[in-house]
């Protein structure tokens, strides 16, 4: 059976996740939270990073009850994300590899979020919505490539709602889009917002002129309406939501949901464990990668913060 750990740090958490043969084995994590108004700078990340991604590896083996030898593989985020982070858990993939004697894979953020969410779900083949901090795409498989339907011309919805709670000194603690969540279900009031859908994008930037609590509504109605068309196009029955404000039970989840009902498809999300970054995802991106012959060479284990999820040949699907 074929193991693999999987190193993430594309932005402020870090995670070193294990897999076996499609069973997450352990998956910890920690998240550099900074004070409310505060964003996270490359940095200040970085060095929260390396101070504790050490601790993170040796709770994953524990966890997992396995030892370096048991490994067969090494995955690592090569992008996107953040520049300073990414080269920290690069070099400490590297490294670990090396000492371990073990192949190294450099595993495509986007591509980890898609097929953890396969993993967890049992989706079959998904109209994909991925939603986070620095993402925002409608995604389809086809012809071995994780094709981009629809996205946002310029922030991500994330980064959206990440930017309006510093705006207002919403703690971050455990995230600024999860207390936005709490704040607005005791809303009463619609507030009106700018509705940007341009064909099969999104742009986010307007909304923050007249941003209100009650923003995520008008968000994620956006996202629904350009998830709804690629199914069309792609005669597609079931969506996945994959990403950090991807979450079930969420505002973004909830009209998704409604969405599918009237179309008779089936929406399918994971919880906070699989669709915030995590190291299982990469771990089992690189499972896929590596059970179809795929490694990186040391020489080519480099870090990219612009990485397309459809740059990715997907050599583990038909």
Not at 27 to 38: E, F, L, S, V
Not at 97 to 114: D, M, R, S, T, Y
Not at 217 to 230: G, P
Request: net charge neutral; with cysteine; aromatic share 8%.
């Amino acid at each position: 059976m074929t193991v693999v750990i999987g190193f993430e740090g594309s932005a402020n958490k870090i995670g070193v996740g294990i897999v076996r043969n499609g069973e997450v084995l352990s998956n910890p994590r920690r998240t550099y939270i900074t004070p409310p108004g505060q964003g996270f700078l490359p940095s200040e990340t970085a060095r929260h990073h390396r101070r504790v991604i050490l601790t993170v590896l040796k709770e994953a083996l524990e966890e997992a009850g396995l030892k370096p030898a048991d490994i067969d593989c090494v995955a690592y985020t090569k992008g996107p994300g953040m520049g300073a982070p990414l080269v920290t858990v690069a070099l400490v993939a590297r490294t670990v590899a090396q000492l371990w004697g073990k192949p190294l894979l450099g595993v495509n953020h986007c591509i980890g979020h898609i097929e953890m969410g396969r993993l967890i779900t049992q989706a079959n083949n998904p109209t994909v919505l991925y939603v986070s901090g620095g993402n925002t795409q409608v995604i389809a498989y086809s012809e071995r490539r994780y094709r981009i339907f629809g996205e946002t011309i310029d922030i991500a919805v994330g980064n959206c709602l990440d930017r309006f709670a510093r705006v207002i000194k919403i703690s971050n603690d455990p995230s600024p889009g999860y207390n936005i969540e709490q704040m607005a279900k005791k809303g009463a009031q619609y507030v009106e917002l700018p509705y940007t859908v341009k064909g099969m994008d999104v742009s986010f930037s307007g909304i923050l002129s007249y941003i209100e609590v009650r923003c995520r509504e008008t968000l994620f109605s956006m996202l629904v309406e350009i998830t709804e068309r690629a199914m069309a196009h792609c005669s597609s029955q079931e969506v996945l939501i994959v990403g950090g404000v991807g979450c079930k039970h969420n505002s973004n989840t909830t009209l998704q949901e409604f969405m599918c009902k009237e179309r008779g498809a089936k929406l399918f999300a994971t919880d906070e464990s699989f669709c915030i970054d995590n190291g299982a995802m990469i771990a089992q991106a690189g499972w896929e990668m590596f059970r179809s012959g795929q490694t990186t060479e040391l020489s080519d284990s480099w870090i990219t913060q612009r990485y397309r999820t459809d740059e990715v040949e997907v050599t583990w699907r038909d």
